[in-house]
């Protein structure tokens, strides 16, 4: 052999095994692109040594004047830069400039985003207004900056080296509007106070600073930190707000902090403010003219929001030391059990996945339609009870994802939006146990899946939401329906449900990205799970699993041709209908790992017994999204 034809026999017979253990590029097994684990974050989807993220503290005092619709505010900001890098400038929020004039929003003036029958108009319907930025300094001195629409870029005298802080001042005011983008505003007297205040971007190890603007349909990504905060409003009104009340003896009636000291440890709802008690604010106030301030802080927490209005209905009950309140307008009638469902809620997560962390949870009723933020929820008066269950345990849902695993929603809502749905389909089935509703709420991600896995339409998970046409299948269905699959189709509750707790308590207060979670899954559970997070984050495959045909090739032996013609592919559940030989059939079920698929798209499951096979049906039960039923069953 000459050497050339002799190298080039040697060269493959080195090929063959490493493209063997690499995979076909075809192959649904072949691992997923992900940035490689270093100090940072680590290989098993963890924390590493080196890990890091900033931290962000504030000081805010804030007057709400209902006269003239008006919000002004200063704030004192401290920044720790704990990142290896020194910084020449910060990025700030200024997310009430989605209102303004110039904003990319509202010049693009886009439809509303639909939720099935529900419109999320992420506009500000025509209303003109922005934040006025009356100073930005640090010790006293202005400091150089550039708004550019919902984002501010401060440059700084000199860099803030790593581990370095830098302290600086901010003042500013706004009009609130009557309807901001679908996530704040007011009714009447109601006010409902979010993206109120200069907030610092997330700087990370990531991408650096996440600066990405505020246009409506990707949500929020912000650093932890302590706030102190206090608010100044007309004497008359009841305040709820992120963060433990400092100053109940100046705020609140001796009888108020009595019901609220019962209320603690009552499992049932005790009225705080009762029906005929609200919107007298001389039965209810200290005083009721001029105006109080209410003083509230708030640790390891990532926003902070209030409501105001002097006409709530006031509802208190405790769990395990923790206050549960819910605020809510007279008309709203269905908010009389709404403490009930928020309580229930709150201990279904919390014994079910992690403990909530916080004091106390606060859901207002107001013109949102569902809106979250720490210890905060906005939430809608409901036109049915099911309804209302569903919005205020899915905004309480959401103090878990992001409050407390603080994901990247401006670039990953099925990571909060689809796993805290996926969580509430649990809770609503446990709610209402024993009715139709209750029993049949788990598989409705399902259910959706023909209507809106569309070829040619359908769009990935890890699609950047200000791209999605279909938030409400993309961002918040077809995730749930994924972790539904994982848990009881793919790794069996034993090994996800211990996997999914380590998520939450090994990125609680962090920052992690889609890869930390596939990895922490992975290590978690022990099984390789790249073919899934490829088929149903990165890809829009359908599944079709069909069985060929079925073939008796003697008495012990029949031989079930299996395929996967679809681009997913899952474990395999077989019922087969066998002659039990005396007239009788018998169902044996089994149960296929994903495995089977290593070879190609075809296996055969050889059945070995006395009994003859009558008939083999693949997904008996209806359990998965098979796009094609009419290939499911054959007989020999």
């Given at each position: 052999?000459?050497?050339?034809?002799?190298?080039?026999?040697?060269?493959?017979?080195?090929?063959?095994?490493?493209?063997?253990?690499?995979?076909d590029?075809?192959?649904?097994?072949?691992?997923?692109?992900?940035?490689?684990?270093?100090?940072?974050?680590?290989?098993?989807?963890?924390p590493?040594?080196?890990?890091?993220?900033?931290?962000?503290?504030?000081?805010?005092?804030?007057?709400?004047?209902?006269?003239?619709?008006?919000?002004?505010?200063?704030?004192?900001?401290?920044?720790?830069?704990?990142?290896?890098?020194?910084?020449?400038?910060?990025?700030?929020?200024?997310?009430?400039?989605?209102?303004?004039?110039?904003s990319?929003?509202?010049v693009?003036?886009?439809?509303?985003?639909m939720?099935?029958?529900t419109a999320?108009?992420?506009?500000?319907?025509?209303f003109?207004?922005?934040?006025?930025?009356?100073?930005?300094?640090?010790?006293?001195?202005?400091?150089?900056?550039?708004?550019?629409?919902?984002?501010?870029?401060?440059?700084?005298?000199?860099?803030i080296?790593p581990?370095?802080?830098?302290?600086f001042?901010?003042?500013?005011?706004?009009?609130?509007?009557?309807?901001?983008?679908?996530?704040?505003?007011?009714?009447g007297?109601?006010?409902?106070?979010?993206?109120?205040?200069?907030?610092?971007?997330?700087?990370?190890?990531?991408?650096?600073?996440?600066?990405?603007?505020?246009?409506?349909?990707g949500?929020?990504?912000?650093e932890?930190?302590?706030?102190?905060?206090?608010?100044?409003?007309?004497?008359?009104?009841i305040?709820?707000?992120?963060?433990?009340?400092?100053?109940?003896?100046?705020?609140?009636?001796?009888?108020?902090?009595?019901?609220?000291?019962?209320?603690?440890?009552?499992?049932?709802?005790?009225?705080?403010?009762?029906?005929?008690?609200?919107?007298?604010?001389?039965?209810?106030?200290?005083?009721?003219?001029g105006?109080?301030?209410?003083?509230?802080?708030?640790?390891?927490?990532?926003?902070?929001g209030?409501?105001?209005?002097?006409?709530?209905?006031?509802?208190?009950?405790?769990?395990?030391?923790?206050?549960?309140?819910?605020?809510?307008?007279?008309?709203?009638?269905?908010?009389l059990?709404?403490n009930?469902?928020?309580?229930?809620?709150?201990?279904?997560?919390?014994?079910?996945?992690?403990?909530?962390?916080?004091?106390?949870?606060?859901?207002?009723?107001?013109?949102?339609?569902?809106?979250?933020?720490?210890?905060?929820?906005f939430?809608?008066?409901?036109?049915?009870?099911?309804?209302?269950?569903?919005?205020l345990?899915?905004?309480?849902?959401?103090?878990?994802?992001?409050?407390?695993?603080?994901?990247?929603?401006?670039?990953?809502?099925?990571?909060?939006?689809?796993?805290n749905?996926?969580?509430?389909?649990?809770?609503?089935?446990?709610?209402?146990?024993?009715?139709?509703?209750?029993?049949?709420?788990?598989?409705?991600?399902?259910?959706?899946?023909?209507?809106?896995?569309?070829?040619?339409?359908?769009?990935?998970?890890?699609?950047?939401?200000?791209?999605?046409?279909?938030?409400?299948?993309?961002?918040?269905?077809?995730?749930?329906?994924m972790?539904?699959?994982?848990?009881?189709?793919?790794?069996?509750?034993?090994?996800?449900?211990?996997?999914?707790?380590?998520?939450?308590?090994?990125?609680?207060y962090k920052?992690?990205?889609?890869?930390?979670?596939?990895?922490?899954?992975?290590?978690?559970?022990?099984?390789?799970l790249?073919?899934?997070?490829r088929?149903?984050?990165?890809?829009?495959?359908?599944?079709?699993?069909?069985?060929?045909?079925?073939?008796?090739?003697?008495?012990?032996?029949t031989e079930?041709?299996?395929?996967?013609?679809?681009?997913?592919?899952?474990?395999?559940?077989?019922?087969?209908?066998?002659?039990?030989?005396?007239?009788?059939?018998?169902?044996?079920?089994?149960?296929?790992?994903?495995?089977?698929?290593?070879?190609g798209?075809?296996?055969?499951?050889?059945?070995?017994?006395?009994?003859?096979?009558?008939?083999?049906?693949?997904d008996?039960?209806?359990?998965?999204?098979?796009?094609e039923?009419?290939n499911?069953?054959?007989?020999?």
């Open positions: 052999m000459r050497r050339r034809q002799l190298l080039q026999f040697l060269g493959l017979i080195i090929a063959a095994p490493l493209a063997a253990q690499q995979g590029d075809s192959s649904p097994f072949r691992p997923l692109p992900l940035p490689a684990p270093n100090a940072v974050r680590t290989g098993a989807g963890r590493g040594p080196g890990y890091w993220q900033q931290r962000v503290d504030y000081r805010i005092q804030a007057t709400l004047d209902p006269a003239r619709h008006q919000l002004r505010g200063r704030a004192a900001i401290h920044y720790v830069n704990h990142s290896p890098d020194p910084l020449p400038y910060l990025w700030l929020h200024v997310e009430q400039n989605i209102c303004a004039p110039g990319v929003a509202n693009l003036d886009q439809p509303p985003l939720f099935l029958g999320f108009d992420f506009s500000c319907k025509g003109d207004g922005g934040l006025t930025l009356e100073s930005l300094t640090a010790v006293g001195r202005p400091l150089r900056h550039t708004v550019y629409g919902t984002t501010m870029r401060v440059d700084l005298p000199r860099p080296p581990g370095g802080i830098f302290d001042d901010v003042a500013w005011r706004f009009t609130v509007p009557p309807y901001g983008a679908g996530r704040m505003g007011r009714d007297s109601l006010y409902e106070i979010a993206q109120w205040y200069p907030r610092l971007a997330v700087y990370d190890d990531v991408k650096g600073w996440n600066h990405e603007p505020y246009i409506g349909a949500e929020f990504y912000l932890y930190g302590r706030y102190d905060v206090a608010l100044t409003v007309p004497a008359g009104f305040v709820a707000a992120t963060g433990t009340l400092d100053n109940p003896l100046e705020v609140l009636t001796a009888t108020q902090r009595a019901r609220l000291l019962r209320a603690r440890t009552s499992d049932s709802t005790v009225a705080i403010i009762g029906r005929e008690e609200a919107g007298q604010p001389r039965r209810t106030r200290p005083r009721t003219a105006t109080l301030t209410w003083r509230f802080h708030a640790d390891s927490v990532r926003d902070f209030f409501a105001a209005s002097p006409d709530f209905r006031w509802d208190a009950s405790g769990w395990r030391g923790i206050l549960v309140h819910t605020y809510y307008r007279p008309s709203a009638s269905l908010w059990e709404a009930r469902m928020v309580r229930a809620a709150l201990r279904y997560f919390s014994e079910q996945w992690h403990h909530y962390p916080y004091p106390q949870i606060s859901s207002v009723e107001g013109p949102i339609e569902g809106m979250e933020y720490p210890m905060l929820t939430d809608p008066a409901g036109p049915t009870r099911e309804d209302l269950q569903w919005v345990a899915h905004e309480l849902g959401h103090q878990w994802m992001p409050m407390l695993v603080g994901s990247n929603e401006r670039l990953y809502p099925w990571m909060d939006e689809g796993f749905t996926w969580m509430d389909l649990g809770n609503a089935a446990e709610y209402f146990t024993g009715t139709p509703y209750g029993d049949s709420i788990e598989a409705h991600p399902l259910h959706l899946h023909r209507e809106h896995a569309l070829p040619g339409l359908e769009q990935p998970l890890i699609a950047r939401p200000v791209e999605v046409k279909n938030l409400f299948w993309t961002g918040y269905q077809k995730p749930a329906l972790l539904g699959l994982l848990r009881d189709e793919v790794l069996g509750r034993e090994r996800f449900d211990p996997a999914f707790r380590e998520y939450l308590r090994t990125w609680a920052h992690p990205t889609p890869a930390d979670f596939f990895r922490l899954m992975r290590d978690q559970s022990g099984q390789e790249d073919w899934f997070w088929g149903w984050v990165y890809g829009t495959g359908r599944l079709d699993q069909a069985v060929d045909s079925v073939r008796a090739r003697g008495d012990s032996l079930i041709y299996l395929s996967s013609r679809g681009e997913l592919v899952m474990p395999v559940t077989l019922a087969l209908v066998l002659d039990s030989g005396d007239g009788a059939p018998v169902t044996r079920y089994v149960r296929l790992p994903v495995e089977m698929w290593n070879l798209n075809r296996f055969t499951y050889r059945h070995r017994g006395g009994e003859a096979v009558r008939s083999v049906v693949v008996p039960e209806r359990t998965l999204p098979d796009v039923r009419g499911n069953q054959a007989v020999p």
